[in-house]
């Protein structure tokens, strides 16, 4: 038996032809363990959605192959499609269905119905069930969100592919949705999920960072943090857009880039930060405000995003 959900090789997807071709997935290899909820974070054109694609045997890789709990993308294609469950980016049930009418639908595609695994969804679908008669088209972002996910569910699958499944819902349905994750890991259903918030990502075990179609790394949320190589401060003063010219020309400035209301910098460890200081008041700043912070899951993607640049030489 296989000991991990899934297992990527090598894997790799191009389109169109000579000059105009574009390698959307680079030779990736990844195993995400059976259990486990594993995140690919990543800016938009990445290459997420071509590798879900692949990993759900919906697309054939040029290259590599990919194993779901044993079977084989490519040979055991409707061995896989019964034990997996996907939601796309973009909602993609009937509009005109009910709640209930989608369900059913998907249900019968696999063979069974809402009663058989209703305790299953039910942490889910119990949001839902009120509006059952509704018309998937008239329910709110999340609504729709909650609905797509019971339809990916309702077969009992062993792992459940998300591609950024809350992007364009307000942030109380982004909470709530990844909740009900957390529940499912109760259940041992392993999760892959890609999503654009960073916020997200850290409810994951390990996060894949992805980039031009590469994995440019990969770790625990944690031991991405920890490893973080640079001091960050955290600055402020009343003019901010200057404020983040005049640190970018600062000699020791590795990089710095906008945080909410602060400009996260980058200095070498052991960095004084009154030098920062004086730096900023010859600079004719008022209301200087500098304090040290963690490095976020934002900053080490940045600081990886930099380091692969300067490897491939831009």
Not at 44 to 60: E, I, N, V, Y
Request: glycine share 8%.
């Amino acid at each position: 038996m296989a000991s991990s959900a899934v297992i990527a090789s090598h894997l790799s997807k191009r389109f169109g032809h000579g000059a105009h071709q574009i390698t959307a997935v680079d030779d990736i290899s990844l195993r995400v363990e059976k259990g486990e909820m594993f995140g690919i974070i990543g800016p938009d054109g990445a290459g997420k959605t071509t590798l879900f694609r692949l990993l759900t045997s919906l697309m054939l890789p040029d290259e590599g192959q990919v194993r779901i709990e044993g079977f084989n993308t490519l040979k055991q294609y409707k061995e896989i499609r019964r034990i997996i469950g996907y939601m796309p980016g973009r909602f993609s049930l009937y509009q005109d269905l009910s709640v209930e009418e989608n369900l059913n639908f998907f249900a019968t595609l696999f063979g069974t119905h809402i009663r058989a695994n209703y305790d299953f969804i039910y942490p889910i679908y119990r949001y839902l069930e009120p509006f059952k008669k509704r018309k998937a088209g008239n329910l709110s972002g999340g609504m729709k969100q909650k609905l797509a996910l019971c339809c990916a569910l309702i077969h009992n699958p062993k792992v459940l592919f998300l591609d950024e499944p809350t992007t364009g819902v307000d942030p109380v349905s982004r909470k709530e949705f990844w909740e009900m994750l957390g529940l499912l890991q109760q259940k041992d259903i392993t999760v892959v999920a890609s999503t654009p918030y960073m916020s997200e990502a850290m409810r994951c075990h390990r996060i894949g960072f992805i980039q031009n179609g590469k994995i440019i790394g990969c770790n625990t949320p944690q031991n991405i943090r920890e490893a973080f190589p640079w001091l960050v401060l955290s600055v402020r003063s009343t003019e901010m857009f200057r404020l983040l010219q005049d640190l970018r020309a600062y000699p020791d400035c590795r990089a710095c880039h906008s945080f909410g209301a602060y400009q996260h910098i980058y200095l070498p460890k052991g960095s004084d930060p009154e030098d920062l200081h004086r730096y900023l008041t010859r600079k004719r700043h008022n209301d200087i405000r500098i304090k040290e912070t963690d490095a976020t899951i934002e900053d080490c993607f940045m600081d990886l995003m930099a380091k692969k640049g300067e490897s491939d030489g831009h």
